[in-house]
Structures are given as structure tokens and as C-alpha cells.
């Protein structure tokens, strides 16, 4: 089958078309045949080597995390599952990821694609969108009447917590360009702020919960916001500053998502019950220019949404 891969570490030209082995359904797995993919900031960061410390992973190294597609072959043991049925999943982290025709995954991590959601909805999912439950509900508890601030809106993730934090009955701050203003107050957002303009920490207080997508300085400023002893801070990008949380008497957690199929089959019904959406900002060919493209687009920090590949 056709991969997308890399050989060594580096920068956009290492991405390469390849052929490599189909795989086969071991028995708890199914075998996907991908129709849409997409790309994450991860995806690029370990194509640079940044997290080699964390994956000691041989190459060829496949990247993605995002799948959607159809099921071709079932394992022994799978019962849930048949071939044609429409799915899409976060599959475990491995070298063999979804830059792939076909990838296997197990069972338990698949979620069933309701008939009105496309494959590149379906895409734009998995990994945002369980970042987004897991840091609102697993770890930050956010509860209805509460307020949170998201940074970084309009991107992948901030989109799905916007929608997700809403749907919970939370008030909804987040930080995003002017440009992407209305787009974040058609989805939920019940104050936008232009980081451009305005500092967050100037204009904001007592909030309950903050996710920080961004890190450094913004996390840092996050901390004042927060509202003294029941105040959170929950960030994907590394560990945060525990002693300037208990300077400011709040809690901060730095967290890593978990791929699990039943709290993404719970974001399927929403999205099916028109509670939450997609929103995918551009879409790519399965090549590797394709990739390479889209990489590049993502690399600029400033895509809206989701960055979809389409086989």
C-alpha cells in the first residue's frame, strides 16, 4: 500500500511517498481503509525530532493520528465490528500511523460515523476533539455555570472546546485575531478577545478553569486570572509552573491525551444531534505534496480549523 513517510528526522522535504506492508487485523483490531485523515501539530513536531525522547520509534516512521475510513477485515476476536461499517478513531500512538491507505487499529478505540457526518468531519475529530473533552471534563471538570477561558479559539482544538464547554452550560471566553471573531461567537463563544489588542489578563478575573494550548508567557498571564483556591489551569503543552500556581493559590495540570472510543462515539451523537461540528479550514490531496502542503499550513500557526487530508 501507499504510505507518506519519514526515514530521518527533519524538515518538510523528509516527508516521502513509500510503499509499505498492508497490515493485518491481529485479534482485537480491524483494518481501516482511510478515505480522510488530518494533521495535528504533533504530526510536524515529531517529523522534526522534537519528541524522539518520548517515542524511540525505528523508521520508517508513518505519522497521524486521525482516522476515518471503512473496514475491510475483522480479527478473531472482534464482535462489535463488521466489514462496511463506516468508523473513525484516534488510534494508539505508533509508528504507523494514518499517512496510510490502510492502518490497523484496535477495537475498543473505534467510534461508529453517523450517516450524515462526512469522512473529513469524521477526520478533523478524533485527536482535537478528545483533547478538548479530556482537558474540559476529565481533568478540568468543568461544570455547568462556570466560567472558562480558552486560548487560542480558532484552531483545532479551541474549536471543539468552544462548542464542547457550551453545550455544558459554561460561560465561554476565549482569545483569538479579529478576523475569526464571528466565526467564534457563531459557535458558543460568549466573549472573544483579540490578543492583538488586548492582554487577557488586564480584563479578565475569577475564572474558573483556564486550557492553555499555547504555553510561555500566555500561561504564565493565565495564572491571575484564575479564581483564588478553586481555579485551574489545564495545559497541552507541557508541564506548567507549579510554584507560580501556588503562588497564586490556584491548581495547574499538564495532561496527554488518551485515545478512547467511547468518549469519541459520545462526540459522534453530538455532532450527529447537531450540538457540536466540524470546522474544516482546508483540505489536501493523499500525496506527498499533498502533506507537505499541509504541513506548511499548519506550521504558520495560523490556520482556522481543522487541516483535512482526503484520500
Known amino acids: 500500500m501507499k504510505a507518506v513517510v519519514i526515514n530521518q ?9 513509500q510503499e509499505v506492508n498492508k497490515p493485518n487485523a491481529q485479534a482485537n483490531q480491524v483494518v481501516l481503509k482511510l478515505e480522510a485523515t488530518s494533521i495535528n501539530p504533533i504530526d510536524w513536531k515529531l517529523r522534526e525530532g522534537y519528541l524522539k525522547a518520548i ?8 505519522l497521524g493520528w486521525d482516522a476515518a475510513g471503512v473496514i475491510t477485515d475483522i480479527g478473531s476476536n472482534v464482535t462489535k465490528w463488521k466489514v462496511g461499517d463506516r468508523v473513525f478513531s484516534r488510534p494508539e500512538t505508533t509508528r504507523l500511523g494514518t499517512y496510510a491507505e490502510y492502518i490497523a487499529i484496535d477495537e475498543h478505540l473505534l467510534a461508529k460515523l453517523p450517516d450524515s457526518i462526512s469522512y473529513e468531519e469524521a477526520a478533523a475529530v478524533p485527536l482535537a476533539g478528545l483533547t478538548a473533552w479530556q482537558a474540559l471534563f476529565t481533568h478540568g471538570h468543568l461544570k455547568e455555570g462556570e466560567t472558562v477561558l480558552i486560548h487560542a479559539g480558532a484552531g483545532g482544538v479551541g474549536i471543539f472546546s468552544i462548542q464542547l464547554a457550551k453545550y455544558v452550560g459554561a460561560h465561554v471566553i476565549t482569545t483569538a485575531s479579529e478576523k475569526n471573531h464571528e466565526l467564534l461567537y ?18 479578565l478575573k475569577d475564572v474558573d478553569l483556564v486550557f492553555d494550548t499555547i504555553g510561555g508567557e500566555v500561561a504564565e498571564n493565565s495564572y491571575k486570572v484564575l479564581k483564588q483556591k478553586t481555579g485551574r489551569l489545564i495545559t497541552i503543552v507541557g508541564e506548567p509552573n507549579h510554584d507560580t500556581a501556588k503562588s497564586h493559590n490556584v491548581s495547574a495540570k499538564g495532561i496527554w491525551l488518551q485515545p478512547d472510543g467511547e468518549q469519541l462515539q459520545r462526540m459522534a451523537d453530538l455532532m450527529e444531534n447537531k450540538k457540536i461540528k466540524s470546522i474544516v479550514g482546508a483540505t489536501f490531496p493523499f500525496s506527498k505534496q499533498g502533506i507537505y502542503d499541509a504541513h506548511a499550513l499548519s506550521e504558520t500557526h495560523h490556520a482556522v480549523g481543522k487541516i483535512v487530508i482526503k484520500f
Open 186 to 203: 457563531s459557535l458558543g463563544a460568549d466573549q472573544v478577545i483579540d490578543y492583538k489588542k488586548e492582554n487577557f489578563e488586564d480584563v
Open 9 to 17: 528526522y527533519g524538515g518538510k522535504e523528509e516527508l516521502v511517498e
Open 55 to 62: 517515542f524511540d520509534w525505528k523508521f520508517p516512521i508513518i
